[in-house]
């Protein structure tokens, strides 16, 4: 579909392909399936493949939404009430993952959310931060969307029919940069290493340092400028 769209738009080649988490999932995609038209290549806090771990909390996030009564097993758009209970704890067992447990701790520690009283009914400002993200994202997003995500990233591996990991990263021709999150621990540095380790054309893992685990690839702006702007100075004029 997307290469449909790039044919219909009168584009042969991308001059840069690039993305994090399940962006970078599409972005690795792109280079290995259309190599030829895939210029460079930048992937951020990705993997090759999801993990048991990866899948394992997907598939609690799954199950909270189809737990939820108001599911009725997808087709609820027309009942006037979804399944936004489930989907709330859904984001709030996500939102845990994005970030790292430092800096839960230095930003919330054990404070109560404003007078609350968290061993009287209360909550903890962990909490209400949690509620908030829930809150937000039930009232903007899909929770039928959210599930097909859920399961597109779960069944994510570029090996799968082209003979494996290695022989898959190795129709990788774009010049290539990898760099994952020192804090990560959804989708931990390993995984970016891999990729690196096995794309001819990137010659090392780039690390971006941050307090902010998953999220630290969409909230460090400068580090992430700064792998682009390597990235485009490598590149020769297109012929």
């Known amino acids: 579909m997307e290469a449909e769209l790039a044919d219909a738009l009168g584009i042969d080649s ?4 690039i993305g994090g988490s399940m962006g970078g999932m599409r972005a690795l995609e792109w280079a290995v399936t259309y190599p030829e038209r895939t210029r ?5 806090a990705t993997t090759a493949a999801a993990s048991a771990e990866q899948i394992a909390w997907a598939n ?25 209970t489930g989907l709330g704890l859904a984001r709030r067992l996500a939102h845990v993952t994005y970030r790292s447990e430092p800096e839960l701790a230095v930003r919330f520690g054990r404070s109560p959310q404003g007078d609350e009283i968290p061993w009287h009914g209360g909550r903890y400002q962990v909490e209400s931060y949690l509620d908030h993200h829930a809150a937000k994202l ?21 090996g799968r029919g082209r003979g494996g990991l290695r022989s898959a990263l190795s129709r990788v021709t774009a010049r290539t940069l990898v760099a994952g999150v020192d ?10 290493a891999e990729l690196a380790a096995g794309i001819s054309g990137a010659d090392r893992l780039r690390t971006i ?8 690839f969409l909230i460090e702006v400068e580090q992430v400028a700064a792998l682009v702007t390597e990235l485009v100075g490598q590149a020769s004029p297109r012929r």
Do not use: C, K
């Open 183 to 192: 804090s990560d621990r959804l989708y931990p540095p390993s995984q970016q």
């Open 209 to 216: 340092e941050s307090p902010y685990g998953h999220d630290g």
């Open 60 to 84: 609690i996030q799954l199950h909270a939404i189809r737990s939820d009564p108001h599911w009725r097993g997808g087709h609820y758009h027309d009942t006037g009430r979804g399944p936004h």
């Open 14 to 17: 991308w001059a840069l392909v």
């Open 138 to 158: 039930t009232r903007r997003f899909d929770a039928g969307s959210y599930v097909v995500l859920s399961e597109a990233m779960n069944s994510h591996d570029v």
């Open 40 to 44: 460079a290549l930048l992937l951020l």
